[in-house]
């Protein structure tokens, strides 16, 4: 090819390239949410006057055309290769780790302490228990990419976790602990309690879903290596009434939300702000305030209680302590990621 | 507007070019008044009166010197001159240093422009353009108007009323384009993320490593997004007929800090040197007179960078090593082998970035400090960590700066591979809340 031509031929095609983004981007209806990047994107701005002149409509319209792009989700994998190619072992907060392992920091949810400070006032100190659920990367620091490492709280749970950090506690590709990692925290605080916690054995096995794909690769769209999703059912029958009646559930498993990309909600269908466990038999109220790390632990409970009530202070916003003590509640357990940000090897 | 965002390449440009390119010659100017119009404003609708305003005094300006000129009433065009000269500097004062108001874009190029346009007209070098709609295609023409190369009126007269559209223009002109777009995106924006994050590190937890880190990503940051943006603004140009001078030449090849300057926003240094350094006798009258010039040039190059006293003093620091270069180090320089040259120039030049990045002065040098050692660490974890994340951008980006691979670049497949790439990093962008823009 001459050179005249290959000038003239690129030319035409840059045109046509630009014109052709455009054209496709009229095609393509907008999107109000996107399921890949699990947020709202932005629509198309009000023209005003004012907007303009004051700047704020050629922001909106920018932001309108970069989130409604066509093929926003391609384009946004392709760069996310990229940067992994670079060796960048940290995407949008996801720390890319070793055998298939992300991780992210926990950030304080709810002020679990000032909770526990006031539940201890209300039932009494022997009364309130509490669980600091730890950062996967803390109890997992060999999986951790290089010279990175996490805080971890060095008790009875955290060192029960560690002594079994060869298991798969922890979702490669989600924040939460799975089931059994779930369970050992159990063993370990049951254990601390004075009860008898239940044997693995005694329970009924059953994998739920072989390519679990949690909310870290929701982020960041890279796994090296898909979840496996187990639950070990105690025997335990019991009755469940979400948020007190106004929910039309029950059930402590929720099998429709398997086949979703939230299968997590499959335990206690998800985040609730109240949920009452009656079981057939059993003594005394235990009430659980708790974070979405509690789902996959709450089944083990049912075994030691009458009634259990959870409540999600995210979603239930009332004075808890005076609500759970008009429903003769004996006994609190306070269960709760524990805050845990990155930090570096020393040397 | 800014050129590397997705509003400019999809709807502003495309729409541009191709009236642009459907009207006859004769309304060329207008369409690209009028589009750079539409481009100045679409930020900052704000400030298009200034810019408008200046556009009209300093075309009135023009028109008065070549009356005063033909009629041979050499005080009034003294008077005009002087009025242009210090009516420009008072807006670039008043809306850049007052703090007053928020700083209009580009007003440190138009100025300079429009500057460069009334004095040329005085000196007789340039002859008096009439037409209204050339003069202010002259000063909006958006490739240059926020940021650069500063064009001298003279050296665009000609194309300014006579220019070709060509293929093998067009041609140079996207790949030009899409290289500094490559430039800005995929390096400057991604490099400038590390030197983001080491500023977060606080001083008590810093090391020699980060602090060098730090430096290296800003002075890779600062070229790439500074050269990237000339190399779109010379492209653009050219798409639309113009050939403007060359910005950047490899600074960080440079042996010295007198060559880094050669190489480094060259259309600045050109303009400080025909305006203020030879007019004050640059170095004809001695030595002595000689260094005062510099030192008078390089701090009011400092002081165009911003109103911060860092600026100040990183525009004096250049002219002082300027100064000691002419004196005898040079000479010497010339003297050893090239190796030392290059580490001597990086060494001085990484220092003086460090100031510029840093708006207060003393954790400026606290910062030169650290690379020197003061931190008693060599590296720790968090180091590693940043070096092993970006370890491979920031090699990328030193073998860019000096040319390495500029052949490669130019083989169609590559650089379209580059549009490509940055198009996927500016979709992208709207995930990513460090990207910003200096210039």
Request: glycine residues 10%; charged residues 20%; contains cysteine.
């Amino acid at each position: 090819m001459g050179e005249k031509k290959k000038e003239k031929l690129c030319c035409i095609l840059f045109f046509v390239i630009l014109y052709a983004m455009w054209i496709g981007d009229i095609i393509s209806a907008d999107r109000l949410y996107s399921e890949w990047e699990k947020r709202r994107l932005a629509q198309k701005p009000e023209f005003s006057y004012q907007a303009v002149v004051d700047g704020s409509y050629g922001e909106a319209y920018e932001k309108w055309l970069t989130d409604q792009f066509p093929e926003r989700d391609y384009w946004v994998g392709i760069k996310n290769r990229c940067e992994r190619l670079l060796g960048k072992k940290e995407l949008k907060g996801i720390y890319i780790g070793k055998d298939g392992y992300l991780f992210s920091e926990n950030v304080e949810i709810a002020d679990w302490d000032k909770l526990e400070r006031k539940m201890k006032e209300r039932f009494g100190k022997e009364k309130v228990s509490r669980i600091y659920v730890p950062a996967a990367g803390a109890v997992l620091g060999e999986k951790l990419p290089n010279f990175v490492s996490f805080y971890g709280r060095e008790d009875a749970v955290f060192a029960h976790l560690l002594a079994h950090k060869e298991e798969d506690i922890y979702y490669r590709t989600d924040h939460h602990w799975t089931m059994l990692g779930a369970y050992y925290a159990y063993e370990a605080w049951a254990t601390e309690q004075g009860m008898q916690p239940l044997k693995l054995s005694e329970m009924e096995y059953r994998v739920l879903k072989e390519d679990f794909l949690g909310t870290h690769y929701g982020k960041i769209h890279y796994a090296k290596q898909m979840d496996v999703m187990e639950l070990y059912r105690p025997k335990v029958t019991c009755e469940v009434v979400y948020d007190l009646g106004e929910s039309k559930i029950s059930g402590l498993y929720q099998e429709e939300h398997l086949k979703t990309e939230d299968a997590y909600r499959f335990f206690l269908d998800g985040n609730h702000g109240v949920v009452e466990i009656m079981m057939e038999e059993g003594e005394g109220h235990l009430a659980v305030i708790k974070d979405s790390y509690a789902n996959c632990l709450i089944p083990f409970l049912t075994a030691h209680y009458g009634k259990i009530t959870v409540i999600d202070p995210r979603y239930f916003r009332v004075d808890i302590g005076e609500w759970l003590s008009e429903r003769e509640v004996t006994e609190v357990l306070i269960l709760g990621q524990d805050t845990s940000k990155v930090s570096f090897a020393d040397f | 507007m800014v050129f590397s965002s997705l509003i400019f390449i999809c709807r502003f440009f495309p729409v541009f070019l191709t009236i642009y390119l459907l009207v006859s010659a004769r309304y060329r100017n207008l369409v690209l008044f009028l589009g750079s119009l539409v481009f100045y404003a679409w930020g900052e609708p704000v400030y298009i009166g200034l810019m408008l305003f200046s556009t009209f005094l300093d075309y009135g300006n023009g028109r008065l010197l070549g009356y005063a000129k033909r009629t041979g009433r050499m005080h009034l065009a003294k008077g005009v001159l002087l009025e242009s000269v210090v009516v420009n500097l008072s807006l670039l004062c008043l809306f850049k240093y007052a703090g007053v108001f928020l700083l209009p874009v580009g007003i440190s190029f138009y100025t300079f422009q429009t500057m460069s346009y009334t004095i040329d007209v005085y000196r007789g070098e340039t002859p008096v353009q009439t037409d209204f709609i050339a003069f202010g295609a002259y000063v909006s023409m958006f490739p240059q108007l926020i940021a650069g190369p500063i064009v001298k009126y003279k050296d665009v007269a000609t194309e300014l009323t006579h220019r070709t559209l060509s293929f093998s223009n067009g041609y140079y002109g996207i790949e030009r384009f899409v290289i500094g777009l490559g430039k800005k995106v995929l390096l400057a924006n991604q490099i400038g993320l590390l030197w983001e994050e080491i500023q977060k590190i606080p001083a008590c937890e810093m090391t020699t490593l980060s602090a060098w880190l730090g430096s290296l990503a800003f002075a890779l940051q600062l070229y790439f997004d500074f050269s990237g943006y000339s190399d779109m603004a010379i492209g653009m140009a050219r798409m639309l007929g113009f050939h403007l001078k060359e910005n950047f030449d490899y600074p960080y090849r440079a042996r010295s800090i007198t060559e880094f300057w050669r190489r480094w926003h060259i259309s600045l240094g050109q303009w400080f040197r025909e305006y203020v350094y030879i007019p004050l006798g640059g170095n004809r009258k001695g030595l002595l007179l000689q260094f005062r010039n510099l030192l008078i040039v390089w701090a009011l190059t400092g002081i165009w960078h911003g109103k911060g006293m860092n600026f100040l003093v990183w525009g004096l620091y250049f002219g002082v090593l300027l100064i000691l270069e002419k004196w005898f180090l040079l000479r010497w320089l010339q003297r050893i082998p090239a190796v030392w040259g290059h580490l001597y120039a990086m060494v001085a030049v990484i220092a003086g970035m460090t100031v510029f990045a840093i708006d207060r002065l003393g954790d400026g040098l606290v910062w030169i400090g650290m690379l020197f050692g003061s931190t008693g660490r060599w590296y720790d974890g968090r180091a590693l960590w940043l070096l092993s994340g970006y370890g491979l951008l920031l090699l990328l980006g030193v073998i860019g700066s000096v040319g390495v691979g500029k052949k490669f670049c130019r083989y169609p497949l590559v650089w379209m591979m580059v549009f490509f790439l940055s198009m996927a990093y500016l979709v992208d962008a709207s995930y990513n809340p460090f990207l910003y823009f200096r210039f």
